[in-house]
Every structure is written in C-alpha cells, then in structure tokens.
C-alpha cells in the first residue's frame, strides 16, 4: 500500500506523500483500506486534489476493485501533535547502539524480561525493522498479534511473552523474505507500533533500536518524550567510537534525551568449565573508561558465555537460569537501570517530543 502511495507527489514539492510523513493510522478489512493524511492546517488547499490521486493511485498500482473511497481522513498536524501517545507508560526507555554486533537485542530483552520479573509492567517495541530477531529471542517468531476496536479505532494488541508485552515487525512479515523498505516506510512501522497500539498501562516501555543513527531515531524522538537512553557497547576500541557517536546523538541539543547509561557486554569470557576464569578477549574495561570520560554510569557488565547464544535461539532469555552468573549480571543491570531511571525523574523535567527542522 504504502509503495502505491509514494507515486502520490505533495504539488509544489518535490517528494511524495510518503517521504513527507503525512500518511499515518492504515487499516485494511478484506477489499477495503483506509488510513489518515496529515495536513499542516485544515484548510490546505490540496486536500482534495491529494486525496483524489491517493485513490487513483491504489487502484492503479493496487487493485482497481480495493475499496477506498470513503476511508481517507484527514486532519490537521497541531490537531496531531496536541493528542498526547502512550499516555499511560510511565517511562520510555531507548536501547541503542553505534554499530552492529555488540549484543544490544540480546541485552534489551534480558533487560525487560528483568524488569517484569521486579514486578514491574513492562513492553518491548523491536524497532530494529531490517533485522528483527526479538520475535525468535522470546520464543514468538509463529505468533501473530490480533487488532481489536478500542474506543471506535482499530488498535494492535500486543502480544506477551515471559511477562513482557511486545511488538515487532518480524510479527508481519516472513521470517526468511528480507525487508527493503526505504525510510519513511520504516518509520510509519514504528509509528504504528507506537501510536495504534493498545499497551495498557506500563511501568517501562523499552524500545530496541537499530544499530548507528537513522531515521528511526530521529521518528522516536518526534513521536514520544523519551524517558532516558540505554547505551550498549563491546570494550572493542571500534565499539567505543561508535558509541560515542550514539552518546553524542542523544546528548546533542536538538535531541537532548538523558542517557541513563551504559552496558558493557561480551565484557570477558568465561568458559562453563572454569566459570572463575576471565579472558578478556575483546579488550579490558574500555566500556568503563568511556562511561568515566562521559560521567555517565556503567549500568552493566555483561560476560560472553556460551549458554547466551543458546538461551537466544531457543527463545529462553538466559536472566531466566536463576543462580547464574550472567543472569545475576542482568538482574543487577535491571536494578541499576531503574535506580538511574528513578534519579532522572527526580532530578531532570519530563523530556519533551523533539522538534527537528533540519538535521
């Protein structure tokens, strides 16, 4: 649907209504599709033109028979923006990384399932679209998620593993097709995932993003008012940098979301045969010794063992192994996490929605 709508050109710009973030709330019951434009103000002249090419354009590139006359609604950006998302989960909480491979999935669903394990209410939104592997992580990957009206409007309800509730989109597609999406395809995922889904009330509202900086980001921070940032990191000098950078992101001033801290995992190794060894294979404590030079606080060491990589593909997050020593690293990081958390509230102003011109 959305590739159908990207043929809709905004008159006097150059980029589609896609691209411009304007299409939000699609729906579809057999042959019929619906979903909202945003407009900046009610009385854009365009309205009428716009809407008429999205018509034309999904029966064309569509299906000539889909059913869509009727089902556009339009509203207005501030009408938007006034309408508060997710007004009952108390904290949101970013879990991010600079670069692939640091374990930064593996550590946002041991850290939620954590956390509800403390007694708290807790979600888990995967927002890594081209890679999502929390489905397989929580033992959910053939589940699928059901949509239900909630006060007139059709809401995702997400679905709930180990005490968690969550949302992915390796939910909606097929496990083995590789997702190519350009942006503002992804970010109208995530925006669903935020702003049409049916979460309830929660205590901690964790988001696992992608690796690096992208839109995805940049969608999050302009959607909802992010609690405070995750960081998670290897003691590998070329992790650090690009940690750096995800540090800098966050703290910079058009972002300016707290970073709670950071996690140093694959910190060493230890092998089940001499779980009082440690080979520090990737490098000694450089996690450490970035969060000292930013003043942030380490929340969390996390040690290689091999019974993670298992507890992964088999969809038995390894904080479960009670007695452990790396579910005991998980349980400390949860508790370290929802201590800076607690500080923040207490110390810092709610984080406001960002409002980004040009980046």
Not at 64 to 77: S, Y
Not at 222 to 228: A, D, L, R, W, Y
Request: proline residues 6%.
């Amino acid at each position: 649907m959305l590739a159908a709508l990207q043929k809709v050109q905004y008159p006097g710009k150059d980029r589609n209504i896609v691209e411009l973030g304007l299409i939000s709330d699609i729906w579809s019951e057999d042959q019929k599709l619906g979903f909202t434009i945003v407009f900046d103000r009610s009385n854009d002249p365009v309205i009428s033109s716009v809407r008429k090419a999205c018509v034309k354009a999904l029966k064309k590139y569509l299906d000539p028979k889909v059913e869509v006359e009727g089902n556009i609604e339009i509203k207005a950006r501030q009408v938007i923006e006034s309408r508060q998302i997710l007004p009952d989960v108390e904290n949101i909480i970013a879990v991010a990384s600079g670069k692939g491979g640091v374990g930064k999935s593996t550590v946002a669903v041991n850290l939620a399932v954590a956390t509800a394990r403390a007694g708290y209410r807790v979600g888990l939104i995967d927002a890594d679209i081209y890679g999502p592997s929390i489905p397989k992580m929580l033992k959910a990957e053939n589940r699928r998620p059901s949509v239900e009206l909630v006060d007139g409007k059709e809401m995702i309800i997400p679905l709930e593993s180990y005490g968690v509730k969550l949302l992915s989109i390796g939910f909606f597609v097929d496990p083995e097709d590789a997702l190519v999406w350009r942006g503002p395809m992804a970010t109208n995922a995530l925006r669903q995932f935020m702003s049409q889904t049916s979460w309830g009330e929660l205590d901690f509202l964790f988001i696992d993003l992608p690796p690096g900086t992208s839109d995805i980001h940049l969608t999050m921070v302009q959607e909802v008012p992010v609690t405070g940032v995750v960081i998670v990191t290897t003691p590998q000098q070329v992790a650090l940098a690009d940690a750096l950078k995800g540090i800098n992101m966050f703290r910079g001033d058009k972002i300016n979301v707290p970073v709670l801290g950071l996690v140093e995992n694959m910190a060493w190794f230890t092998p089940a045969e001499l779980p009082e060894n440690r080979y520090y294979i990737f490098g000694n404590g450089g996690g450490i010794k970035l969060a000292e030079k930013l003043k942030v606080p380490v929340l969390g060491q996390i040690p290689i063992v091999e019974s993670i990589c298992e507890g992964g593909d088999e969809g038995k997050p390894e904080v479960l192994n009670e007695g452990s020593a790396v579910a005991k690293a998980f349980e400390e990081l949860a508790g370290n996490m929802i201590r800076e958390t607690k500080r923040r509230n207490a110390e810092l102003p709610p984080t406001r929605i960002v409002e980004i011109k040009k980046m």
